[in-house]
Nanobody, 120 residues
């Protein structure tokens, strides 16, 4: 049973923008975006809790914005000024429980991912 589905990944040039979306039935109070580049470990990009409190990885602060729509059970990641180091598979994930951190091992429900490629 597919609970989270990402979309919006694409190939863009340096400095471009993309908006990723995640929809599904697996939404919880704590939702996050993660990414995994080839040959690297999965890393947290941003998360958002029930009160719309957000946290970002230092590498994306000022460029990425996470948001959510409870009614639509949707999660978004607006990515601006994309750089080659942003190239990765991006995953939407949901965490069950009160604490809303950005450690991937704490998240319980995952989507299949959407691929982002940034070329110079």
């Amino acid at each position: 049973q597919v609970q989270l589905v990402e979309s919006g990944g694409a190939s863009v040039q340096v400095g471009g923008s993309l908006r990723l979306s995640c929809v599904g039935e697996g939404f919880t109070n704590c939702m996050g975006w993660f990414r995994q580049a080839p040959g690297k470990e999965r890393e947290g990009v941003a998360n958002i809790d029930y009160y719309h409190t957000t946290h970002y990885a230092d590498s994306v602060k000022g460029r990425f914005t996470i948001s959510r729509d409870f009614a639509k059970k949707s999660l978004y990641l607006q990515m601006n000024n994309l750089q080659p180091e942003d190239t990765a598979m991006y995953y939407c994930a949901a965490k069950i429980g009160v604490y809303c951190g950005l450690e991937s091992q704490d998240y319980d429900i995952w989507g299949q991912g959407t691929e982002v490629t940034v070329s110079s």
